[in-house]
């Protein structure tokens, strides 16, 4: 069984940072992509960052320059490192990684539990 746990999060004032983690433990043979999505209220949940497993990174335009997206391959852990956040990065955040449960080019999409970032003005 395979399971993503997310830690991290909070209030936080504008300006501020803060740090999102996301750890897949259990039985897998390989994670490929993780990334982070954010769901804002009443939003639909848009993509935020994805790293790949040889750390390519894309980011959202919004939050170029201000957010980065790192992992660590030896602890199947991806990072969100939130900088100059403002009220409009408040949000839902999940982590999503692409993970084959067995020697296989197929991966299936698991998902984090969610964590709320708040960002007062």
């Known amino acids: 069984q395979v399971q993503l746990v997310q830690s991290g999060g909070g209030l936080v004032q504008a300006g501020g940072s803060l740090r999102l983690s996301c750890t897949a433990s259990g039985s897998f043979f390989r994670v490929d992509s993780m990334s982070w999505y954010r769901q804002g209220p009443g939003q639909q949940r848009e993509l935020v960052a994805v790293?790949?497993?040889?750390?390519?990174?894309n980011h959202a335009d919004s939050v170029k320059g201000r957010f980065t997206i790192s992992r660590d391959n030896a602890v199947n852990t991806v990072y969100l490192q939130m900088d100059s956040l403002k009220p409009e990065d408040t949000a839902d955040y999940y982590c999503?990684?692409?993970?084959?449960?067995?020697?296989?080019?197929?991966?299936?999409?698991?998902w984090g539990q969610g964590t709320q970032v708040t960002v007062s003005s």
């Open positions: 790293i790949s497993s040889g750390g390519s990174t």
């Open positions: 999503k990684a692409d993970i084959a449960t067995k020697n296989s080019p197929f991966t299936y999409a698991y």
